[in-house]
């Protein structure tokens, strides 16, 4: 039976007792394939099968909430108004905090950045509160996947749970008034996190990132889109200067992709806005880019993204988790100050680093297609092929308006 097995527990059906599930299933009559499912996923039932549960265990649905930790806005506000009484009760029980701090090993220093070889959480431990500018974290996706550093990345669902709450809320504390916080993760995964943040920093974006991360699986959606939580200390960020981004084009016959019909003429010749769902970023897959084996690594694009926007140069930023070391890469290269941490062997964010020059310059390529509206190579193509470009749309309007004053003199 599963450690966290709540709704067992509260209903008191024995643990690792398949009798006492089969025992609980026919005085109910909720079938035990979804007494195991409410128990396994940690989730309430509801009508017919909430009534006979509570019927058949003498419990009260608030009872269930409450022994099952899911604490909706009434129960929230009911817990808030006995606080007192509360906290008297849990004092004894609360972790104590150790003022022993014990840094881990530095295995890298270059001009703008240190990094780390060791648990994110001692790591951050060590940090000044409200010292960071910007923190992005791409954790573990708790999907069985191997490792070099050879973590678990199979825990049972609350403990994946109970250790993210641990290291975001260390996040929180070390972001600085006004500094900005990414997650990446699953949707799945990022519903949850992003209600344990709602209560500690304020709400930017849910950011869909198009990038297909499984295989189709029958009777579900193909997973499409990463999600990427965007929030700030405070009431706005420090900083924020999204890119704008090139319209589409196609890359054969330089075409529109999209009809800008009677537009065109409105549109920014900075480029357009960068909106919530991105589905410019790849994935990295080409072993020509590839800095370690296996999936897992992030695209320069999205981080040169995040940190242009969220934050200037000369700011700290801060990655729990190094993985190949894309964050610290792109922050050295854009001359932000930035603290790296990695459980497992550091060799491929190092080796990373003593060919950033390469990096460097494929990031310089990307950002010239930036915030105009058509790059240097479109541009030329299109004019060739006599097709609109921001000058022929400025020039015909030019030429319009002369007309129209030509035909009222
Ligand atoms: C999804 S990968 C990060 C990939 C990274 N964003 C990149 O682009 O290369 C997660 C990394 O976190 C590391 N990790 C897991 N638990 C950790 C912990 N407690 N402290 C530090 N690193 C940890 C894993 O070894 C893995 O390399």
């Not at 943040?197 to 029958?218: A, C, E, M």
């Not at 550091?346 to 930036?370: H, M, S, T, V």
Request: net charge neutral; glycine share 8%.
């Amino acid at each position: 039976m599963n450690e966290m097995s709540h709704f067992y527990k509260a209903v008191g059906i024995a643990a690792d007792d398949r009798a006492s599930l089969i025992a609980f299933s026919s005085s109910t009559g909720v079938p035990a394939d979804r007494l195991k499912y409410y128990n396994e996923r940690n989730i309430l039932p509801s009508g017919k099968d909430l009534q006979r549960i509570c019927l058949v265990s003498g419990k009260s649905a608030t009872q269930l909430k409450l022994e099952m930790g899911l604490f909706d806005h009434g129960l929230r506000a009911l817990l808030q108004r006995h606080s007192g009484e509360l906290y008297t009760l849990i004092e004894g029980e609360l972790p104590k905090e150790s003022n022993v701090l014990q840094m881990p090993k530095q295995v890298l220093e270059t001009p703008f950045g240190r990094l780390y070889q060791g648990d994110c959480i001692e790591v951050m431990k060590t940090i000044e509160s409200d010292s960071v500018d910007l923190i992005f974290a791409d954790p573990p996706f708790n999907l069985k996947k191997l490792y070099p550093s050879g973590i678990d990345d199979n825990l049972k669902e609350q403990q994946y749970i109970a250790w993210c709450e641990e290291w975001l809320g260390e996040c929180v504390r070390i972001l600085k008034p006004g500094g900005s916080f990414f997650l990446w993760n699953l949707p799945k995964w990022n519903t949850t996190f992003s209600d344990f943040l709602n209560g500690l920093l304020t709400f930017r974006h849910w950011i869909g990132v198009d990038i297909k991360y499984s295989l189709p699986i029958q009777g579900r959606l193909y997973p499409s889109h990463y999600s990427l939580l965007y929030y700030c200390k405070g009431d706005k960020p420090n900083a924020f200067h999204p890119d704008r981004l090139p319209m589409e084009i196609c890359p054969k016959c330089f075409t529109d992709l999209k009809d800008y019909g009677g537009y065109k003429d409105k549109m920014n010749p900075d480029g357009i806005n960068l909106t919530d769902v991105w589905y410019d970023i790849p994935p990295v897959r080409h072993s020509k880019y590839k800095k370690r084996e296996g999936a897992n690594e992030l695209s320069i694009k999205l981080l040169d993204r995040i940190v242009e926007m969220a934050s200037e140069e000369g700011d700290i930023v801060f990655d729990p988790f190094g993985g190949s070391g894309t964050t610290y890469a792109v922050a050295e290269i854009k001359k932000r100050r930035w603290i790296g941490v990695e459980i497992g062997p550091p060799d491929d964010i190092i080796r990373r680093f003593a060919e950033l020059d390469q990096e460097a310059g494929r990031l310089e390529e990307l950002r010239l297609k930036l915030n105009r509206l058509m790059a240097d190579d479109v541009l030329a193509a299109r004019i060739k092929k006599g097709l609109w470009t921001p000058e022929s749309v400025r020039e015909r309007k030019a030429e319009d308006l002369a007309e129209k004053q030509r035909k009222l003199f």
